[in-house]
């Protein structure tokens, strides 16, 4: 949760990738294995459980975290009112680091500050960000693996139907439709639900065919 917790914080402040994917995969990892031991602390073996991408100082945070109970930069981190505010505020679906900065410069520093705000001022941010906000608690709620599936299940139903309609000699069941991300990682519960959808004819160099049965 730890490692989760110091993802978002660079995530709302708009870190680049060199700082959060050896994070994301360090993540991901662990989550696969078994709680680790102490056995398992050195950094000779941490390099050998985790992805290349997580560098010493990746590891490093985690023997923190479990000689400490924390981490050092986290405590600095929940210390400081704006970065608070933007973690939270970027949670909001369409609310990116550079609206939370703005929003920020106007006094709104929570999604209970954000609400008041557009209940008083609907243009503040787009539309798309005033729907969500009616629904943002449920968003932030992690489906379940079936309910995941049961999505993946309905778009595959639509996205055959599309297909079978763009391309009537095909076979709609070559239409390649996967859950990836979490869901295909396995885990018990997603955040959202990433489709992909595939098809020979497109891999054969049909890109006017994908584009149309993107539509």
Known sequence: AKLEELLAFYEADG???FRTMPLKKAISRLATLPALAEGDLDDASLAALLPKACQANTRAKIVEIFETGDLERLVEFR????????????????VQTA???Q?????VRSVA???AAVAARPNLVPARTV????????????????????????????ARAIFARRYPRADPFALS??????????????GDVDVLVT????????????????D
């Open 15 to 17: 870190e680049s990738n």
């Open 79 to 94: 210390g400081n009112p704006d970065k608070r505010a933007r973690k939270e505020l970027t949670t909001v679906f369409g």
């Open 99 to 101: 609206t939370a900065n």
């Open 103 to 107: 929003l920020i410069q106007q006094g």
């Open 113 to 115: 500050d954000l609400r």
């Open 131 to 158: 729907a969500a906000l009616a629904v943002h608690e449920d968003l932030q709620t992690r489906m379940p693996r079936a309910e995941c599936a049961r999505i993946r299940d309905e778009i595959a139903q639509k």
């Open 177 to 190: 439709v996967e859950a990836s991300g979490s869901f295909r990682r396995g885990a018990a519960t997603c």
């Open 199 to 214: 098809a020979p004819v497109w891999r054969d160099g049909d890109s006017d065919g994908a584009r149309r049965a993107s």
